[in-house]
């Protein structure tokens, strides 16, 4: 008994720096989420996958959180959408 709480400890220990980095992004993207995309033109947004401008042009979503349940936008895209945002 005491071996197994001791390896749910060590479990926990291992894993803290992953879980709390999740976490993190979470936190950032619940913060994001309903950022608009209103007036974006996503053909002059850099560093975005051809599959995802050709989506997001089709789709016209409404927000960050929206473009992020496109099937074929990655989450790469969505930084770089992130990026272009702020950059504005």
Do not use: C, H
């Not at 930084?79 to 945002?85: E, G, R, V």
């Amino acid at each position: 008994e005491d071996s197994e709480v001791i390896e749910q400890i060590e479990i926990q220990l291992k894993y803290e720096g992953y879980i709390n980095s999740m976490l993190d992004q979470v936190k950032i993207f619940e913060e994001y989420e309903n950022l608009p995309l209103s007036n974006i033109k996503f053909t002059q947004v850099p560093n975005l996958s051809t599959e995802a401008r050709e989506k997001l042009e089709k789709i016209k979503p409404l927000s960050l959180g929206q473009a992020s349940r496109i099937s074929g936008v990655t989450p790469a895209d969505i930084l770089a959408l992130l990026t272009y945002i702020k950059k504005k």
